[in-house]
Nanobody, 126 residues
Framework: VQLVESGGGLVQPGGSLRLSCAASGFNLDLWTIGWFRQAPGKEREGVSCINKSDGSTDYTDSVKGRFTISRDNAKKTVYLQMNNLKPDDTAVYYC????????????????????WGQGTQVTVSS
């Protein structure tokens, strides 16, 4: 079982990036996938999550309207499209899987998530 993040980098404020979370060793269709981030000196926070059954999504308030999560089960990949990036978005971004759904708001704390990837650095700076 493995999740591998990619797509991070350095971008100017207002720019865009698309992160990918590639799954292997398990059936992605059966799992809820979340994106999380951790900035230096801060706690990890849930950014966005996409449910396993109906593909419904949830976002933390600070990224609503700017980030979009999607999944392509055939490609075994979950994406996070990030637009209008801000310096506060700078962090290491991780993806992880859960047997639960976003109906439990504890997902934003990472409750029930496992198989964490190694992370990809996103830096927003001019």
């Amino acid at each position: 079982v493995q999740l591998v993040e990619s797509g991070g980098g350095l971008v100017q404020p207002g720019g865009s990036l698309r992160l990918s979370c590639a799954a292997s060793g398990f059936n992605l269709d059966l799992w809820t996938i979340g994106w999380f981030r951790q900035a230096p000196g801060k706690e990890r926070e849930g950014v966005s999550c996409i449910n396993k059954s109906d593909g419904s999504t949830d976002y933390t308030d600070s990224v609503k309207g700017r980030f979009t999560i999607s999944r392509d089960n055939a490609k075994k990949t979950v994406y996070l499209q990030m637009n209008n990036l801000k310096p506060d978005d700078t962090a290491v971004y991780y993806c992880a899987r859960s047997w639960g759904t976003t109906r439990d708001p504890a997902w934003k704390r990472g409750a029930g998530f496992g198989s964490w990837g190694q992370g990809t650095q996103v830096t927003v700076s001019s």
